[in-house]
Protein backbone atom coordinates (compact mmCIF):
# COMPACT_ATOMS: atom_id res chain seq x y z
CA UNK A 1 0.00 0.00 0.00
CA UNK A 2 1.33 3.48 -1.06
CA UNK A 3 1.72 5.88 1.95
CA UNK A 4 -0.91 8.54 0.19
CA UNK A 5 -3.46 5.82 0.19
CA UNK A 6 -2.61 4.88 3.74
CA UNK A 7 -2.82 8.49 5.05
CA UNK A 8 -6.11 8.49 3.38
CA UNK A 9 -7.16 4.82 5.06
CA UNK A 10 -6.20 6.25 8.39
CA UNK A 11 -7.35 9.87 8.54
CA UNK A 12 -11.23 8.43 7.32
CA UNK A 13 -10.78 5.97 10.22
CA UNK A 14 -9.83 8.64 12.89
CA UNK A 15 -13.21 10.47 10.96
CA UNK A 16 -11.33 13.00 10.55
CA UNK A 17 -11.49 15.42 6.73
CA UNK A 18 -8.84 17.01 5.03
CA UNK A 19 -9.37 20.10 6.53
CA UNK A 20 -9.19 18.93 10.52
CA UNK A 21 -5.69 17.09 9.84
CA UNK A 22 -3.84 20.23 8.18
CA UNK A 23 -5.13 22.23 11.09
CA UNK A 24 -3.55 19.21 13.66
CA UNK A 25 -0.31 19.50 11.62
CA UNK A 26 -0.39 22.90 11.21
CA UNK A 27 -0.05 22.53 7.44
CA UNK A 28 -2.33 23.65 4.38
CA UNK A 29 -5.20 21.65 3.42
CA UNK A 30 -3.41 21.39 -0.20
CA UNK A 31 -0.53 19.88 1.40
CA UNK A 32 -2.42 16.87 2.88
CA UNK A 33 -4.03 16.72 -0.43
CA UNK A 34 -0.49 16.06 -2.31
CA UNK A 35 0.33 13.32 0.34
CA UNK A 36 -2.39 11.37 -0.26
CA UNK A 37 -2.08 11.48 -4.12
CA UNK A 38 1.51 11.07 -3.97
CA UNK A 39 2.46 14.16 -4.97
CA UNK A 40 4.65 14.82 -2.64
CA UNK A 41 6.20 13.19 0.86
CA UNK A 42 5.82 14.56 4.54
CA UNK A 43 8.68 15.32 6.18
CA UNK A 44 10.12 13.22 8.85
CA UNK A 45 8.79 15.65 11.76
CA UNK A 46 5.09 15.42 9.68
CA UNK A 47 5.60 11.74 9.45
CA UNK A 48 6.44 11.38 13.56
CA UNK A 49 3.25 13.94 14.45
CA UNK A 50 1.10 11.46 11.87
CA UNK A 51 1.92 8.22 13.54
CA UNK A 52 0.93 9.71 16.99
CA UNK A 53 -2.30 11.42 15.90
CA UNK A 54 -3.31 7.90 14.07
CA UNK A 55 -1.79 5.79 17.47
CA UNK A 56 0.65 3.98 14.75
CA UNK A 57 4.47 3.41 14.03
CA UNK A 58 6.30 4.55 11.48
CA UNK A 59 6.62 1.57 10.24
CA UNK A 60 2.79 0.60 9.54
CA UNK A 61 2.65 4.02 8.68
CA UNK A 62 4.66 4.33 5.81
CA UNK A 63 4.25 0.63 4.72
CA UNK A 64 0.21 -0.19 5.70
CA UNK A 65 1.00 -3.16 7.48
CA UNK A 66 -1.38 -3.71 10.07
CA UNK A 67 0.53 -5.42 13.86
CA UNK A 68 0.51 -9.27 13.91
CA UNK A 69 -2.52 -10.53 16.07
CA UNK A 70 -1.42 -13.07 18.45
CA UNK A 71 -3.02 -15.90 18.99
CA UNK A 72 -5.08 -15.91 22.15
CA UNK A 73 -8.45 -17.21 22.35
CA UNK A 74 -10.95 -14.54 20.96
CA UNK A 75 -12.56 -14.64 24.23
CA UNK A 76 -9.84 -12.64 25.35
CA UNK A 77 -9.50 -10.10 22.26
CA UNK A 78 -10.75 -7.02 23.22
CA UNK A 79 -12.06 -4.59 20.04
CA UNK A 80 -9.15 -1.93 19.16
CA UNK A 81 -10.06 1.23 20.72
CA UNK A 82 -9.57 4.18 18.68
CA UNK A 83 -8.76 7.73 20.67
CA UNK A 84 -8.79 10.79 18.69
CA UNK A 85 -6.95 13.59 20.55
CA UNK A 86 -8.25 17.07 19.63
CA UNK A 87 -5.12 18.98 18.55
CA UNK A 88 -4.37 21.79 20.90
CA UNK A 89 -5.25 25.38 20.31
CA UNK A 90 -2.52 26.65 18.04
CA UNK A 91 0.38 29.25 18.62
CA UNK A 92 -1.30 31.62 16.38
CA UNK A 93 -4.84 31.05 17.72
CA UNK A 94 -4.07 32.02 20.96
CA UNK A 95 -2.20 35.41 19.57
CA UNK A 96 -5.46 36.03 17.91
CA UNK A 97 -7.46 35.68 20.51
CA UNK A 98 -5.41 37.72 22.97
CA UNK A 99 -5.37 40.51 19.93
CA UNK A 100 -9.23 40.29 19.56
CA UNK A 101 -9.60 40.58 23.85
CA UNK A 102 -7.09 43.81 23.34
CA UNK A 103 -9.54 45.37 20.76
CA UNK A 104 -12.64 44.79 22.81
CA UNK A 105 -10.99 45.97 26.41
CA UNK A 106 -9.73 49.37 24.17
CA UNK A 107 -13.40 49.81 22.82
CA UNK A 108 -14.59 48.90 26.03
CA UNK A 109 -11.67 51.51 28.06
CA UNK A 110 -12.44 54.30 25.76
CA UNK A 111 -16.31 54.07 25.78
CA UNK A 112 -15.57 54.35 29.93
CA UNK A 113 -13.83 57.52 29.24
CA UNK A 114 -16.92 58.98 26.85
CA UNK A 115 -15.06 58.54 23.56
CA UNK A 116 -16.36 55.72 21.56
CA UNK A 117 -15.04 56.95 17.80
CA UNK A 118 -11.38 57.06 19.37
CA UNK A 119 -11.89 53.64 20.97
CA UNK A 120 -12.75 52.04 17.08
CA UNK A 121 -10.00 53.47 15.40
CA UNK A 122 -8.13 52.66 17.95
CA UNK A 123 -8.87 48.90 17.82
CA UNK A 124 -8.61 48.43 14.28
CA UNK A 125 -4.78 47.27 14.66
CA UNK A 126 -5.60 44.99 17.14
CA UNK A 127 -8.99 43.45 15.42
CA UNK A 128 -7.36 43.05 11.49
CA UNK A 129 -4.28 41.60 13.19
CA UNK A 130 -6.37 39.41 15.55
CA UNK A 131 -8.23 38.53 12.65
CA UNK A 132 -4.94 37.54 10.43
CA UNK A 133 -3.43 35.41 13.02
CA UNK A 134 -7.10 33.21 12.37
CA UNK A 135 -7.54 33.43 8.60
CA UNK A 136 -3.53 32.78 7.66
CA UNK A 137 -2.08 29.45 8.97
CA UNK A 138 1.02 30.07 7.06
CA UNK A 139 3.23 33.10 8.21
CA UNK A 140 0.94 35.44 9.98
CA UNK A 141 3.54 37.59 11.53
CA UNK A 142 3.95 38.74 8.31
CA UNK A 143 0.41 39.78 7.36
CA UNK A 144 0.58 40.98 10.69
CA UNK A 145 3.12 43.75 9.58
CA UNK A 146 1.71 44.48 6.55
CA UNK A 147 -1.27 45.66 8.10
CA UNK A 148 0.08 47.47 10.68
CA UNK A 149 2.87 49.61 7.87
CA UNK A 150 -0.10 50.42 5.79
CA UNK A 151 -2.70 51.33 8.45
CA UNK A 152 0.13 53.41 9.73
CA UNK A 153 0.74 55.23 6.84
CA UNK A 154 -3.31 56.02 6.20
CA UNK A 155 -2.66 56.57 10.24
CA UNK A 156 -0.39 59.33 9.09
CA UNK A 157 -1.30 61.10 6.22
CA UNK A 158 -5.34 61.53 7.99
CA UNK A 159 -3.72 62.92 11.21
CA UNK A 160 -0.81 64.96 9.63
CA UNK A 161 -0.38 64.84 6.26
CA UNK A 162 3.20 63.28 6.16
CA UNK A 163 3.30 60.05 3.86
CA UNK A 164 6.66 58.18 3.19
CA UNK A 165 6.67 60.69 -0.61
CA UNK A 166 7.76 63.48 1.21
CA UNK A 167 11.60 62.05 1.13
CA UNK A 168 11.54 63.68 -2.34
CA UNK A 169 11.82 66.82 -0.87
CA UNK A 170 14.82 66.02 0.98
CA UNK A 171 17.29 68.11 -0.48
CA UNK A 172 14.68 71.19 -0.71
CA UNK A 173 13.68 70.81 2.92
CA UNK A 174 13.83 73.69 5.11
CA UNK A 175 14.48 74.16 9.08
CA UNK A 176 10.66 75.74 9.66
CA UNK A 177 9.02 72.78 7.70
CA UNK A 178 10.05 70.89 10.61
CA UNK A 179 12.90 68.05 10.35
CA UNK A 180 10.89 65.54 12.85
CA UNK A 181 8.36 64.67 10.11
CA UNK A 182 10.95 64.66 7.66
CA UNK A 183 12.81 61.99 9.62
CA UNK A 184 9.17 60.27 9.99
CA UNK A 185 8.86 60.17 6.17
CA UNK A 186 12.27 58.25 6.00
CA UNK A 187 11.64 56.02 8.44
CA UNK A 188 8.02 54.97 6.61
CA UNK A 189 9.79 54.58 3.72
CA UNK A 190 12.38 52.42 4.62
CA UNK A 191 10.35 50.07 6.52
CA UNK A 192 7.60 50.00 3.55
CA UNK A 193 11.34 48.42 1.57
CA UNK A 194 12.53 46.67 4.35
CA UNK A 195 8.94 44.45 4.32
CA UNK A 196 8.79 44.25 0.40
CA UNK A 197 12.35 42.59 0.58
CA UNK A 198 11.46 40.60 3.19
CA UNK A 199 8.21 39.10 1.71
CA UNK A 200 9.88 38.93 -1.72
CA UNK A 201 12.34 36.15 0.57
CA UNK A 202 9.99 34.54 2.42
CA UNK A 203 7.43 33.77 -0.70
CA UNK A 204 9.89 33.45 -2.79
CA UNK A 205 11.90 30.43 -1.44
CA UNK A 206 9.23 28.28 -3.57
CA UNK A 207 9.86 27.56 -7.71
CA UNK A 208 7.32 29.30 -10.38
CA UNK A 209 6.97 27.76 -13.78
CA UNK A 210 6.61 30.53 -16.26
CA UNK A 211 3.38 29.24 -17.63
CA UNK A 212 1.06 31.32 -20.39
CA UNK A 213 -1.22 32.50 -17.40
CA UNK A 214 1.63 33.00 -14.96
CA UNK A 215 3.25 35.73 -17.82
CA UNK A 216 0.04 37.01 -18.55
CA UNK A 217 -0.40 37.63 -14.33
CA UNK A 218 2.51 39.40 -14.57
CA UNK A 219 2.24 41.88 -17.49
CA UNK A 220 -0.92 42.46 -16.00
CA UNK A 221 0.08 43.41 -12.80
CA UNK A 222 3.16 45.41 -14.65
CA UNK A 223 0.25 47.32 -16.21
CA UNK A 224 -1.74 47.90 -13.37
CA UNK A 225 1.34 49.17 -11.73
CA UNK A 226 2.37 51.83 -14.47
CA UNK A 227 -1.10 52.97 -14.20
CA UNK A 228 -0.80 53.42 -10.33
CA UNK A 229 2.45 55.56 -11.07
CA UNK A 230 -0.14 58.34 -12.65
CA UNK A 231 -1.29 61.43 -10.10
CA UNK A 232 -4.25 59.97 -9.71
CA UNK A 233 -5.21 62.00 -6.48
CA UNK A 234 -4.42 65.18 -8.22
CA UNK A 235 -6.51 64.59 -10.80
CA UNK A 236 -8.97 64.28 -8.57
CA UNK A 237 -7.76 67.10 -5.93
CA UNK A 238 -8.27 69.83 -9.48
CA UNK A 239 -11.75 68.22 -10.71
CA UNK A 240 -13.34 68.54 -7.19
CA UNK A 241 -11.15 71.40 -5.14
CA UNK A 242 -10.61 71.18 -1.91
CA UNK A 243 -14.03 70.49 -0.61
CA UNK A 244 -13.11 66.73 -1.50
CA UNK A 245 -9.27 67.00 0.54
CA UNK A 246 -10.32 64.01 2.09
CA UNK A 247 -11.16 61.30 -0.91
CA UNK A 248 -7.82 62.87 -2.03
CA UNK A 249 -5.90 61.64 1.19
CA UNK A 250 -7.92 57.98 0.44
CA UNK A 251 -6.96 57.99 -3.12
CA UNK A 252 -3.16 58.95 -2.27
CA UNK A 253 -2.77 56.35 0.54
CA UNK A 254 -4.70 53.21 -1.57
CA UNK A 255 -2.55 54.10 -5.25
CA UNK A 256 0.93 54.31 -2.70
CA UNK A 257 -0.27 51.08 -0.47
CA UNK A 258 -1.23 49.20 -4.52
CA UNK A 259 1.71 50.27 -5.81
CA UNK A 260 3.75 48.51 -2.89
CA UNK A 261 2.35 45.49 -3.05
CA UNK A 262 1.92 44.81 -6.73
CA UNK A 263 5.90 45.59 -6.56
CA UNK A 264 6.91 43.61 -3.89
CA UNK A 265 4.50 40.78 -6.26
CA UNK A 266 6.03 41.16 -9.09
CA UNK A 267 9.03 40.58 -7.46
CA UNK A 268 8.55 37.95 -5.76
CA UNK A 269 7.57 35.90 -8.88
CA UNK A 270 10.73 37.09 -10.49
CA UNK A 271 12.50 35.32 -8.12
CA UNK A 272 10.64 32.32 -8.29
CA UNK A 273 10.60 32.01 -12.07
CA UNK A 274 14.39 32.15 -11.30
CA UNK A 275 14.67 29.33 -8.66
CA UNK A 276 12.56 27.33 -11.05
CA UNK A 277 15.07 28.25 -14.25
Known sequence: MRLGENINRLRSRQG????????????????????ETDASVPELEKLIKLSELFGVTLDQLVTGKEPEQTDSPKSEQLPPQIIVERPALSGRKVAGVILLSMAFITVLLCTLMGDLLVGLVLCVPFLLCGLICFWAKKRPGLWCAWALILMADGYLRWGTGLSWATIRLTLLWEPSWNYTRLAIAWVQFLCGILLLVVTAVKLG?????????NKSLCLGGAAVFLLL??????????????????LVTFVSWLQDSLRLILLTALLT???RGKRKA
Not at 16 to 35: F, N, Y
Not at 229 to 243: D, E, K, N, T, Y
Open 205 to 213: KEPMEWTKR
Open 16 to 35: MSQGDLAEALEVSRQSVSKW
Open 229 to 246: CLPLSAWIFQVGGRSVSG
Open 269 to 271: AVI
